[in-house]
């Protein structure tokens, strides 16, 4: 078990370019959650998954935003038409269910997003 | 709404000093309480957390909290500081009467250890 995985760990855009990260969660959790943080704040939940349902969105996620997880598995965020109010820390994390919410989760290193 | 309030962003003590970090939280209820650890550059680990029973937690890395519903309060301590605990500490609440699992944040408290 390797963890929370998560590339590109930092990814560099041009204003207006679209981009995708992708996370690989824990393989035996279900569960799998994104949440973005700004320089000096705490994350903010932006959308969670259980298997490949797509059950809760922010509104923090634009419809410039799509997260998918299509086998249950792995997950894509994608930015399209990026600004520069995207740039921030994509967190990924993942849980059961059974041990969700009460237990905490797992997060990955995270994707840092600059956008210039 | 939810909210949680980290009162504190910048704390410098002297390694081998007492530690408390602060926290409160708004709710309605008592919610599931997290305490997260983040070095630069990664990702959150998980260093204790409440649920229910003993409102005194022990955690990873010597680390303790106490919840207090009177004060809703949640915050963290150490006896004794280590120089490799210098990082950045969240709080964070979970609803129990959801299923989702999803964490209201605070916005940190950074935390410098001098040698």
């Known amino acids: 078990d390797t963890g929370v995985s998560q590339n590109p760990r930092h990814k560099i855009t041009k204003r207006g370019q679209n981009v995708t990260f992708r996370c690989d969660p824990i393989s035996e959790h279900n569960r799998l959650y994104w949440y973005r943080q700004t320089l000096g704040q705490g994350p903010e939940f932006l959308t969670y998954?259980?298997?490949?349902?797509?059950?809760?969105k922010s509104r923090l996620l634009s419809d410039r935003f799509s997260a998918e997880r299509p086998k249950g598995s792995f997950s894509t965020l994608e930015i399209q038409r990026t600004e520069q109010g995207d740039s921030a820390m994509y967190l990924c994390?993942?849980?059961?269910?059974?041990?969700?919410?009460?237990?905490?989760?797992?997060f990955g290193s995270g994707t840092r997003l600059t956008v210039v | 709404a939810q909210s949680v309030t980290q009162p504190d962003i910048h704390i410098t003590v002297s390694e081998g000093a007492s530690l408390e970090l602060r926290c409160n939280y708004s709710y309605g209820a008592t919610p599931y309480l997290f305490w997260y650890v983040q070095s630069p550059g990664q990702g959150l680990q998980l260093l204790l957390k409440y649920f229910s029973g003993d409102t005194l937690v022990q955690g990873i890395k010597g680390f303790e909290a106490e919840f207090k519903r009177s004060q809703s309060s949640f915050n963290l301590r150490k006896p004794s500081v280590h120089w490799s605990d210098a990082a950045e500490y969240f709080c964070?609440?979970?609803?129990?009467?959801?299923?989702?699992?999803?964490?209201?944040f605070g916005q940190g408290t950074t935390l410098q250890v001098k040698p």
């Open positions: 998954f259980q298997n490949e349902a797509q059950l809760e």
């Open positions: 994390a993942s849980s059961d269910s059974f041990m969700a919410p009460h237990y905490g989760y797992t």
């Open positions: 964070a609440v979970g609803a129990r009467s959801s299923n989702t699992g999803k964490l209201i």
